[in-house]
C-alpha cells in the first residue's frame, strides 16, 4: 500500500485489514504512531528515489494511494508522484514478479465538463498539471504488457465514512455527480486487488452527497484549504 499516510491511503489500509488481508504500508515518512496491527507492516519508501523490488517482493498485489496536495504552491508545480512514481513502482512489481496493480487517476482526465460551471472553472484551472501527470500515468500504464493494472477514476475526494451504495461505470462518473469519498474509493480498490475486475481499464467511482458537500462554498474551502 503506497501512500499509506494520506487519506484515502489511511482508509484502505483499514479496510484491508477488516477484509482479512496483511497489508505492507509504505510511507514517505514513518508515522510518530504505527498502531499495534501485527498484521500491519509500516515501511518507508521514497518512490522517486528509491529500488522499491524488495519492498513488494512476495506481495499479491499493489495498491497506490499516491497523490499530491492541493495547496496553491504544490499544485502550480506537483511533484511526478502519478508519472515517475507510479513508473518506478511498475519497474519493482516487474523485478518482483508481482502482476496486481491497483491506482488513483480521476474522472477529470478524460471528462472535464462534470459538475457546475463554478466547479468546472476553479477546479480544472487549479488541476490541470496534476490531470496532466494523471493522463500520462495511463498512457505509461497501457504500454506495461506484464502489469495487470486498473486505474480508479474518482471524483472530487471528500471525507466521510464508507458506504455501500457508490457507483461505478467505466471510463468517467455520472455527469449529476462530482464527489467520491475517500473511504469508498480505498474499499473499491481493495475489492478490484482481490476479484482482478476491471483489469486494464479505468472504473469511475462517484457518490450522490447531500447538497452541502457540493456546494460552492465547501468545494471552495476544500480548494484553497480553508
Same mark, same amino acid.
Given at each position: ?20 488481508? =496483511? ?5 514517505? =515518512? ?22 522499491? !523490488? ?71 484551472? !487549479? ?22 493494472? =486498473? ?72 480548494? =484553497?484549504?480553508?
Amino acid at each position: 500500500m503506497f501512500g499509506a499516510s494520506g487519506a484515502t491511503g489511511r482508509a484502505a489500509v483499514a479496510a484491508a485489514r477488516k477484509r482479512g488481508h =496483511t497489508v505492507r504500508a509504505m510511507h514517505h =515518512t514513518l508515522p510518530d504512531d504505527e498502531g499495534d496491527d501485527p498484521q500491519v507492516t509500516h515501511l518507508q519508501a521514497d518512490v522517486l528515489a528509491d529500488d522499491l !523490488s524488495d519492498r513488494v517482493r512476495g506481495v499479491d498485489a499493489v495498491i497506490s494511494c499516491l497523490g499530491v496536495g492541493n495547496d496553491p504552491q504544490t499544485l502550480l508545480s506537483p511533484p511526478p508522484l502519478y508519472t515517475e512514481g507510479t513508473e518506478a513502482i511498475c519497474d519493482a512489481m516487474e523485478s518482483a514478479d508481482v502482476k496486481r496493480l491497483i491506482v488513483i487517476s480521476a474522472s477529470f482526465v478524460e471528462a472535464q465538463d462534470r459538475g457546475p460551471i463554478w466547479f468546472k472553472l476553479p477546479a480544472m484551472t !487549479s488541476l490541470h498539471l496534476v490531470f496532466e501527470q494523471m493522463a500520462e500515468m495511463e498512457r505509461n500504464l497501457k504500454q506495461r504488457e506484464g502489469i495487470e493494472w =486498473t486505474a480508479v477514476r474518482a471524483g472530487w475526494l471528500m471525507e466521510g465514512a464508507a458506504t455501500d451504495d457508490y457507483v461505478v461505470q467505466a471510463n468517467v462518473i455520472p455527469e449529476d455527480l462530482i464527489r467520491t469519498r475517500h473511504a469508498d474509493l480505498a474499499d473499491f480498490m481493495v475489492r478490484l486487488a482481490e476479484d482482478n475486475d476491471w483489469l486494464r481499464a479505468t472504473p469511475a467511482i462517484a457518490r450522490k452527497e447531500p447538497p452541502e458537500a457540493s456546494s460552492p462554498e465547501a468545494v471552495l474551502k476544500e480548494m =484553497t484549504g480553508g
